[in-house]
């Protein structure tokens, strides 16, 4: 493919689990990527394969301050944020920043390039649901002030902010709902379910459950999350859409299987709940199946192998870290 013809994307977040997950399938599908990052909890670890190749570019940079990005893009993915409940609840107001003023810049670059954008939303902007599953057109529960608002409306003023944009500027822009994922390049202290459990399985820890384990969720393959995004950004819808797996699990049935994959002999602790927690999540999937042809192919069985896995091959002093 010569260099007029190839496409170019910027994508923000791209040293953190999903966006590192994303240069890697663009930069497969012969595109050139920008990936752009501030490394506030992403690692560099995860795209150094990718510096050696001509088609990859890296900015350090806070996308909450203005972004400037020499020559055309054709397409831009925002995935920066801080993402996991122990990372927004330390950082609440980067996590409001990156929301509001980040996709503001973003979707600003976007018009100047006329290039189109797909902004990382997720289920949290449903909050503690009051239906189940939750459909695209369900308005949500959120506590605005509650600990988890500062990640929620974040989220939610960032959806607003792309519609905004696509209504009154008719910019291309799409929008998905990411529901849980896993997989390799998450990282063990991050304060999310699984990689926790993981951790606390292989070094033969008491796995900690938050409540008593009935709340529920649903976890999705990363390889099938980046499959449903990358559909999405090259279809033709604009409303939000949800990509997520509908397997829906509690929280003890989870941490058995997890205690069951690593051969471990650790038992259940119970913790108290923190506050806002959900107590349900599992996505309504039936528009990304219809628009997309997109349904989630890898079972959780060999998804959790290869993350657990994928641990297991980390240095032991990254297991042995005390701190989740
Ligand atoms: P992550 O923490 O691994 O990655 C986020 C990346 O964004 C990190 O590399 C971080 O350094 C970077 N970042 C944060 N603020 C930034 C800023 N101001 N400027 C530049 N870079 C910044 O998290 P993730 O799980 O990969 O999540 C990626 C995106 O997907 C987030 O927007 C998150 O809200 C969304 N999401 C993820 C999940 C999930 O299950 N992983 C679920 C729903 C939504």
Not at 45 to 68: A, C, G, W
Not at 174 to 189: A, D
Not at 209 to 218: A, P
Not at 226 to 251: F, H, K, Q
């Amino acid at each position: 493919m010569n260099r007029q013809e190839q496409k170019r994307i910027l994508i923000t977040g791209a040293a953190g689990f999903l966006g590192s997950h994303l240069c890697d399938r663009f930069m497969q599908d012969n595109f050139h990527v920008i990936g752009m990052d501030n490394l506030i909890t992403g690692d560099l670890r995860n795209i150094e394969h990718l510096f050696k190749l001509p088609n990859f570019e890296f900015y350090q940079h806070d996308v909450s301050k203005f972004v400037h990005v020499p020559g055309q893009l054709d397409y831009i993915l925002h995935f920066a944020s801080p993402a996991s409940p122990i990372d927004y609840l330390q950082m609440p107001i980067q996590t409001l920043k990156v929301g509001s003023l980040g996709t503001h810049n973003l979707l600003g670059l976007a018009k100047s390039k006329s290039a189109r954008i797909l902004v990382a939303s997720t289920s949290e902007v449903y909050g503690d649901p009051l239906i189940s599953p939750q459909s695209e057109e369900y308005w949500g529960n959120v506590n605005p002030v509650g600990p988890r608002g500062v990640y929620d409306e974040a989220k939610r003023f960032q959806e607003a902010m792309t519609m905004a944009y696509h209504n009154f500027h008719g910019l291309e822009t799409r929008i998905v709902r990411i529901f849980n994922t896993y997989g390799p390049r998450m990282r063990l202290n991050d304060g999310r379910a699984l990689p926790t459990f993981i951790a606390q399985a292989l070094e033969g820890e008491d796995l900690t459950i938050f409540g008593d384990g009935t709340q529920t969720r649903s976890f999705c393959y990363v390889s099938d999350q980046v499959e449903g995004i990358y559909r999405l950004l090259l279809s033709d819808y604009a409303l939000p859409m949800n990509v997520g797996n509908p397997d829906e699990m509690t929280i003890n049935e989870m941490a058995q299987e997890i205690i069951l994959a690593t051969g471990s002999a650790a038992k259940l602790v119970h913790k108290p709940l923190p506050i806002d927690d959900p107590k349900q999540r599992r996505p309504d999937i039936s528009k990304a199946i219809k628009i997309l042809n997109w349904e989630p192919r890898v079972s959780r069985g060999e998804g959790l192998q290869k993350t657990i896995d994928y641990f297991k091959a980390l240095p032991e002093e990254e297991l042995k870290r005390k701190d989740f």
